[in-house]
């Protein structure tokens, strides 16, 4: 049976991970949560690109060797992963042999059928994309900042006859949408197209770049960094290998949409070079902003997702991330936003709902869930709201419109506080001629925080596990049906003590923190 197979762009070494890296990755490991929740059998591949122009310079700043270099961004990498609680199946180097060695597999191969070939060639050539650019790509008589310094080179490179394959590849785009989402990204790279695509330079000379993999046919050359870059794609899941089946095509490649050229131009024809099926899907999503400005390294406005998680828990990072971070649009960050949204949202609204709805069955129930009654007071509202987000969450999760499913189950959860008001169980309990009415708004607030916390697995995993917890249920079951009409637990089901989930943000810093769940 195929693998339901996600990937994340591998991130440059150069530096260490931003708020921008730890975002792409999130994102992938809520789907890669979401799809292991629906059933399938899901293979999660995200790592690092080791190798290129700005690897061996920092490295050479730095007075080290650039795999010594490597070898610490990655386990800074690694780490964050861990704190973020990413449930990644395998973390990829492209300095591993196990990469290299498909990566000259396959150079060979097309130098051999003809795909590759030796020029002399002009260009200007961006250190900081790793790329040649072209004048077109000039903004106004200038190459736009993303690039960074842009200089002329003159030297004999290989080349990838990629241009031959423009034609196809406007044909792919344009008769399969999905393809390449949001629409915007695709209509970008069809409008690059307008304009002749030449062939791709694909090797740099041992003279000017050593740290990079030896061209399998020329030893002084190795590999331009993207070209070895995408095909980890391929050569983690075995290219080549009976078990290679199992996982291409890739369902998704999630990455940002500054990466957007290499992914839907290089490796599109690169696949059609080497005979394999393209992916599924790519989804390029937009930019965190700091006022105007992009977050990066190099204009020092960067965020650093570790220190948010010591501040706020693991938790109210990733929701901010998914709620805010768009697919279409860019985002603006602020500090000021994110408590807003932790405090509001978290704390004051899910957290007060789960905290108020376990605490009343303990007090009036002893903790054992009453039957549910005849309806009345808002139950039909709510239950219809809790179709309605179930309903909304299969249909949009998988095309990644994170922020539009969190703000629907926000809206839930507000609908659901306002139904604890209107139907007031401290007060029908003082009456015993309320208890059957008592007993119907109990079970259905239970039911409800059932169901939140199901579908909030793949956003909120150690809350979604504290959720279970209080609940006393092993783990969460995603029946549609039992979610929609709020009947996933059995009259007198037990429930535990409640704990709160999010304290406030001016009293967090007073909370012990808890251990971290194992990944699930």
């Keep these: 049976?195929?693998?339901?197979?996600?990937?994340?762009?591998?991130?440059?070494?150069?530096?260490?991970?931003?708020?921008?890296?730890?975002?792409?990755t999130i994102w992938a490991d809520v789907q890669a949560r979401f799809q292991r929740m629906m059933g399938h059998d899901v293979f999660f591949l995200t790592g690092l690109d080791e190798h290129g122009t700005k690897v061996q310079q920092t490295a050479k700043k730095r007075g080290v060797e650039p795999q010594a270099h490597a070898d610490e961004m990655a386990k800074s990498f690694v780490d964050l992963w861990k704190l973020l609680n990413i449930s990644n199946d395998d973390f990829v180097r492209t300095s591993q042999p196990r990469h290299q060695k498909v990566v000259q597999r396959i150079l060979q191969e097309l130098y051999d059928r003809g795909e590759i070939y030796l020029a002399e060639h002009d260009g200007w050539y961006s250190t900081r994309a790793e790329q040649f650019v072209t004048e077109k790509e000039m903004v106004d008589g200038k190459f736009p900042e993303h690039f960074g310094e842009v200089i002329k080179i003159s030297e004999k490179d290989y080349?990838?006859?990629?241009?031959?394959?423009?034609?196809w590849l406007i044909e792919t785009l344009e008769k399969?949408?999905?393809l390449l989402q949001p629409d915007s990204r695709r209509n970008e790279i069809l409008g690059f197209l307008n304009q002749p695509l030449g062939d791709l330079c694909i090797s740099r000379p041992k003279s000017r770049?050593?740290?990079?993999?030896?061209?399998?046919?020329d030893k002084d050359y190795v590999t331009y960094v993207w070209f070895d870059a995408l095909i980890n794609y391929i050569s983690v899941p075995g290219y080549g290998e009976p078990r290679f089946k199992d996982f291409w095509p890739a369902?998704?490649?999630?990455?940002?949409?500054?990466?957007?050229?290499?992914?839907a131009i290089y490796w599109p024809t690169m696949l059609k070079a080497i005979g394999l099926e393209l992916p599924q899907r790519m989804f390029a999503h937009g930019w965190w902003l700091f006022g105007s400005a992009k977050m990066s390294k190099s204009l020092g406005n960067v965020k650093d997702p570790a220190e948010l998680v010591l501040t706020y828990g693991v938790d109210a990072v990733r929701y901010f991330v998914c709620r805010e971070l768009q697919l279409a649009g860019d985002s603006n960050y602020t500090d000021e936003l994110f408590k807003q949204r932790y405090d509001s949202e978290l704390a004051n609204d899910l957290g007060n709902l789960v905290n108020r709805s376990i605490s009343m069955l303990q007090r009036y129930r002893a903790g054992k869930l009453p039957a549910a009654g005849k309806a009345g007071t808002g139950d039909e509202e709510l239950r219809k709201m809790a179709s309605e987000t179930v309903d909304f969450y299969l249909d949009n999760m998988p095309l990644f419109q994170y922020g539009k499913v969190l703000e629907k189950t926000a809206r839930f959860v507000q609908r659901a506080n306002q139904y604890v008001e209107e139907n007031a169980p401290w007060k029908l309990a003082k009456d015993p001629s309320n208890d059957a009415r008592l007993d119907t708004v109990l079970n259905l607030l239970v039911e409800v925080v059932y169901a939140l916390g199901t579908i909030l697995t793949p956003f909120l995993p150690e809350t979604s596990h504290k959720i279970a917890s209080q609940l006393q249920v092993e783990k969460f079951g995603f029946t549609k049906k039992d979610l929609s009409c709020l009947t996933s637990l059995k009259s007198q089901h037990q429930v535990g003590a409640p704990t709160p989930l999010f304290p406030r943000s001016d009293t967090r810093a007073e909370q012990p923190r808890e251990p971290r769940q194992p990944k699930s």
């Design 159 to 167: 080349f990838f006859k990629m241009g031959q394959y423009q034609s």
């Design 209 to 217: 770049l050593s740290w990079g993999i030896e061209m399998p046919f």
């Design 1 to 24: 049976m195929k693998k339901y197979y996600i990937t994340t762009p591998i991130y440059y070494v150069n530096d260490r991970p931003h708020l921008g890296h730890a975002s792409t």
């Design 251 to 263: 369902d998704v490649h999630l990455i940002g949409k500054e990466i957007i050229t290499p992914h």
């Design 176 to 178: 399969n949408p999905a």
